[in-house]
């Protein structure tokens, strides 16, 4: 243990104390609360407490990051997040509410009542983070998944110049010089409102652009990632990717599959409920990161059916941005079921060309596709659960005997299973007939839903199994 912490501090340099404002006027630009429209009642009540106790501590203490981005923008942040000179014990001790978490940078988070204040030190130019806008609970995730042998073998395959630990503290400038983007590298300071860049993030925010910090192949390098959250604020922001931001993503797009298939299944989560995930989708196509993403996907849109496969995942994210924007949930396991279902079918295809029947050939295409898949996306498994119903969903709902068809409409993600099938008619299948014969059964009373399925079953020619009258059980 002792070997392993002198590993650690070896790393760890004691934080600075924070700049004076007069000191910050000659290296950074200083906004005043005049030159723009932020307040205090803008802020969170519990950011504000946070931002208080740790001045009142005599700690520098900032808003930071997509918090005050947003804001600037006129938009509702999803969260608040600070940075401080305070290094994470300090801040333990200040707040009996919170807790370290995190393992490649440590954080905390202080919690007041269901929202949590995330807390982070500031970094340090002797490192640098794996990601910038820390999902903290992804360490602990990984920590979990990778036993010491599974971790040695990762590592192992690891690219030089991504790095996968970072504890290193600093100074406020030095931080903002670690950001991902300059328009993530703004402070607000609670004492007097103003605003503090130190890489130009306010122009940039004028100019509608997203622009690296730092040498932009350097900093893709060191954490991948970066290039799909370039595509994610340049389609939630409408802004365009400055352009030498952008030229090298091609090129490295294929660091993407060393990228930790958990760490993956969390960027994905955050693509698909930007709300913008049309955008988003044609981004990623456009630079060259979706193979690197969804590999058998990427091959059935360049095939033989890539337009009906394109429309079909267009026609599920604008759906998707549509019921975000009204406030809807989105089950991630469905836009998994879209985004793999053609791969599906044509490993269907095959199997049953190899002399299988239609319910092992699924079991079969099944297997394989997400087989291929977490390998690059490691989703839950209640996520894939989800997924499989769906999937056997689509030949359960095309079942023509009565009890089939009663359990199909009984089935606990039969809603998602019905959407799925809409879905496959808007997009072209010919299963519209089908969606249309389950629209009109679900509206009917349980007398029109006999006649539906007797009607049903007299086209299909179904012979009716047993003479033995069952209590119709079709009200849900």
């Given at each position: 243990?002792?070997?392993?912490?002198?590993?650690?501090?070896?790393?760890?340099?004691?934080?600075?104390?924070?700049?004076?404002?007069?000191?910050?006027?000659?290296?950074?630009?200083?906004?005043?609360?005049?030159?723009?429209?932020?307040?205090?009642?803008?802020?969170?009540?519990?950011?504000?407490?946070?931002?208080?106790?740790?001045?009142?501590?005599?700690?520098?203490?900032?808003?930071?990051?997509?918090?005050?981005?947003?804001?600037?923008?006129?938009?509702?942040?999803?969260?608040?997040?600070?940075?401080?000179?305070?290094?994470?014990?300090?801040?333990?001790?200040?707040?009996?509410?919170?807790?370290?978490?995190?393992?490649?940078?440590?954080?905390?988070?202080?919690?007041?009542?269901?929202?949590?204040?995330?807390?982070?030190?500031?970094?340090?130019?002797?490192?640098?983070?794996?990601?910038?806008?820390?999902?903290?609970?992804?360490?602990?995730?990984?920590?979990?998944?990778?036993?010491?042998?599974?971790?040695?073998?990762?590592?192992?395959?690891?690219?030089?110049?991504?790095?996968?630990?970072?504890?290193?503290?600093?100074?406020?400038?030095?931080?903002?010089?670690?950001?991902?983007?300059?328009?993530?590298?703004?402070?607000?300071?609670?004492?007097?409102?103003?605003?503090?860049?130190?890489?130009?993030?306010?122009?940039?925010?004028?100019?509608?652009?997203?622009?690296?910090?730092?040498?932009?192949?350097?900093?893709?390098?060191?954490?991948?990632?970066?290039?799909?959250?370039?595509?994610?604020f340049a389609a939630k922001l409408g802004f365009t990717i400055e352009e030498q931001s952008a030229a090298p993503i091609r090129k490295l797009a294929n660091l993407l599959s060393h990228v930790p298939p958990s760490r993956m299944y969390d960027?994905?989560?955050?693509?698909?409920?930007?709300?913008?995930?049309?955008?988003?989708?044609?981004?990623?196509?456009?630079?060259?990161?979706?193979?690197?993403?969804?590999?058998?996907?990427?091959?059935?849109?360049?095939?033989?059916?890539?337009?009906?496969?394109?429309?079909?995942?267009?026609?599920?994210?604008?759906?998707?941005?549509?019921?975000?924007?009204?406030?809807?949930?989105?089950?991630?396991?469905?836009?998994?079921?879209?985004?793999?279902?053609?791969?599906?079918?044509?490993?269907?295809?095959?199997?049953?060309?190899?002399?299988?029947?239609?319910?092992?050939?699924?079991?079969?295409?099944?297997?394989?596709?997400?087989?291929?898949?977490?390998?690059?996306?490691?989703?839950?498994?209640?996520?894939?659960?989800?997924?499989?119903?769906?999937?056997?969903?689509?030949?359960?709902?095309?079942?023509?005997?009565?009890?089939?068809i009663i359990r199909a409409f009984q089935h606990q993600h039969f809603r998602a299973g019905y959407d799925f099938l809409l879905l496959r008619g808007r997009a072209g299948e010919s299963v519209q007939s089908l969606a249309d014969w389950w629209t009109r059964f679900q509206q009917a009373d349980e007398q029109a839903q006999e006649i539906l399925m007797n009607?049903?079953?007299?086209?299909?020619?179904?012979?009716?199994?047993?003479?033995?009258?069952?209590?119709?059980?079709?009200?849900?």
């Amino acid at each position: 243990m002792k070997k392993v912490w002198h590993k650690i501090k070896s790393h760890v340099r004691k934080p600075r104390r924070g700049a004076s404002p007069q000191a910050l006027s000659a290296s950074a630009e200083i906004v005043p609360s005049s030159s723009h429209h932020i307040s205090n009642q803008d802020i969170s009540s519990a950011s504000l407490k946070v931002l208080h106790r740790l001045n009142d501590a005599g700690f520098s203490a900032y808003l930071v990051g997509g918090g005050v981005r947003d804001l600037l923008l006129h938009q509702k942040p999803k969260d608040f997040d600070i940075a401080t000179e305070a290094s994470p014990e300090e801040i333990r001790r200040l707040f009996s509410n919170s807790r370290i978490i995190g393992r490649r940078f440590r954080l905390v988070h202080i919690r007041y009542g269901r929202e949590i204040v995330e807390v982070a030190t500031f970094r340090g130019a002797g490192g640098n983070n794996v990601e910038d806008e820390f999902d903290s609970n992804q360490d602990q995730i990984e920590e979990n998944e990778f036993p010491a042998e599974k971790k040695r073998k990762r590592q192992s395959k690891i690219p030089a110049g991504i790095l996968e630990y970072d504890n290193v503290y600093g100074s406020m400038e030095e931080d903002a010089f670690r950001r991902d983007f300059t328009i993530n590298a703004l402070f607000y300071r609670v004492e007097d409102s103003s605003v503090i860049d130190f890489c130009q993030g306010i122009k940039d925010l004028e100019n509608k652009k997203i622009r690296v910090i730092g040498d932009p192949e350097k900093r893709y390098r060191e954490d991948p990632v970066r290039m799909l959250r370039a595509v994610r604020f340049a389609a939630k922001l409408g802004f365009t990717i400055e352009e030498q931001s952008a030229a090298p993503i091609r090129k490295l797009a294929n660091l993407l599959s060393h990228v930790p298939p958990s760490r993956m299944y969390d960027e994905f989560i955050k693509l698909i409920l930007s709300g913008f995930s049309v955008q988003v989708f044609e981004l990623l196509t456009h630079y060259g990161l979706f193979e690197f993403i969804f590999p058998d996907t990427h091959r059935c849109l360049n095939g033989a059916s890539g337009e009906l496969v394109s429309n079909f995942i267009k026609v599920a994210l604008q759906e998707t941005d549509a019921r975000i924007a009204s406030g809807k949930t989105i089950n991630p396991a469905f836009m998994l079921a879209v985004l793999l279902w053609h791969p599906l079918q044509e490993r269907r295809h095959f199997y049953e060309g190899e002399g299988h029947n239609l319910y092992v050939a699924n079991q079969l295409a099944q297997n394989d596709v997400l087989k291929g898949q977490l390998s690059r996306i490691s989703s839950p498994r209640r996520t894939t659960t989800t997924l499989r119903d769906i999937w056997m969903l689509q030949n359960h709902l095309a079942q023509t005997r009565k009890m089939r068809i009663i359990r199909a409409f009984q089935h606990q993600h039969f809603r998602a299973g019905y959407d799925f099938l809409l879905l496959r008619g808007r997009a072209g299948e010919s299963v519209q007939s089908l969606a249309d014969w389950w629209t009109r059964f679900q509206q009917a009373d349980e007398q029109a839903q006999e006649i539906l399925m007797n009607e049903l079953q007299s086209k299909s020619g179904s012979k009716k199994r047993g003479s033995r009258r069952r209590r119709s059980p079709l009200k849900k």
